[in-house]
């Protein structure tokens, strides 16, 4: 199972972002947070592949949090579930490693898609030792042929 975490301020958010969590197979709500201090405080303690995390956070910028797991070399993967649209900030999200960026309002189909995307490169690559070219390039380029030429 995944173990995903929902790093989001606006209770009913976190909890449509919760329900549509759970209507996908593999992933498992690890917890749901309101605050990067409790983010923090969770994953000292406990797995989490994935964070599920809002840019807009009170007296807080959820880029932090993705800078902090960088900077501590914490295996863990950021999906931005954001209103905030600005290309700076996508840019700064990708940038620091993000594995994908949501824009509210987002549909469960668009959810759903980011989610199997993540799933199937971390199972896929996760059961390799040494992996080739082909197969990576399956997982990084999913809307190709994964035959990229130069």
Not at 39 to 62: M, R, S, T, W
Not at 91 to 112: H, M, N, S, W
């Amino acid at each position: 199972m995944i173990q995903v975490m929902i790093l989001e301020d606006d209770p009913m958010v976190r909890e449509i972002n919760s329900r549509f969590l759970e209507k996908l197979p593999n992933f498992k709500l690890a917890n749901a947070v309101s605050s990067i201090k409790e983010a923090q405080e969770f994953i000292y303690h406990n797995k989490v592949d994935l964070i599920l995390l809002d840019i807009y956070l009170p007296k807080e910028n959820g880029i932090d949090l993705l800078k902090w797991l960088r900077k501590n070399e914490m295996e863990t993967d950021v999906i931005f579930i954001t209103a905030d649209k600005t290309s700076s900030m996508v840019q700064e999200a990708f940038r620091y490693g993000a594995v994908d960026y949501l824009i509210k309002p987002f549909t469960f189909d668009r959810f759903k898609e980011s989610m199997i995307n993540y799933k199937e490169r971390y199972y896929s690559i996760k059961d390799f030792d040494t992996i080739e070219q082909n197969e990576l390039d399956k997982y990084m380029f999913k809307n190709t042929s994964g035959n990229i030429t130069t």
